[in-house]
């Protein structure tokens, strides 16, 4: 498994997330509004849940990398957010973020993107993400980026218990 570097943008610092972050993510995680525009985390959130997904960030044999969208730089709090890249097979990946609701307005999330996009962290040849169909302004920062429309599809969402409608997207990146 290959050490996550922290990338810097003009506003962001997209790190590894570690164990002294655990107090933001958790006040982040919690808020139902946060819960669901995600597919996995759960609402109410367990206790320890939290933590467990820090260690997991850290196991060596993970399929998953997972960054803190950091906006100290630019003044705003040090977990703003968090953006995932998970290995897939046939040098593809799947990228999944979401960001505090303090800062949202700000385009945190479309400069995550792009830092991912343009440092292309996995060396994948295709990007693929997935939005709830009723959050429009997740799907503008994929399009944004450069993502194409695949399809419409639907997904289990462990905060709603619900199937959610969702919008395909894919990026080629070579």
């Not at 993970?62 to 953006?83: H, K, L, M, N, Q």
């Not at 999944?96 to 996995?122: C, L, Q």
């Not at 993400?129 to 599809?153: C, H, I, K, M």
């Amino acid at each position: 498994m290959t050490e996550q570097i922290p990338i810097r943008t003009e506003r962001l610092l997209i790190r590894p997330v570690v164990m002294a972050d655990l107090g933001l993510l958790e006040l982040h995680r919690a808020d139902p509004r946060v819960a669901r525009a995600t597919q996995t985390v759960p609402h109410p959130l367990p206790p320890g849940a939290t933590e467990a997904m820090i260690r997991r960030a850290h196991d060596p044999a993970r399929i998953e990398d997972i960054w803190i969208i950091d906006a100290t730089p630019c003044g705003g709090a040090s977990v703003s957010g968090v953006i995932r890249l998970k290995r897939l097979d046939r040098a593809q990946s799947d990228i999944r973020y979401w960001v505090a609701p303090d800062a949202w307005g700000y385009h945190i999330a479309s400069e995550a993107v792009m830092a991912i996009v343009t440092h292309n962290p996995h060396f994948a040849a295709t990007l693929f993400a997935e939005v709830f169909q009723d959050n429009p302004a997740s799907a503008r920062v994929l399009t944004n980026a450069g993502f194409q429309w695949l399809g419409d599809a639907e997904t289990f969402s462990v905060a709603r218990n619900a199937l959610v409608p969702t919008w395909t997207y894919t990026r080629r990146m070579v």
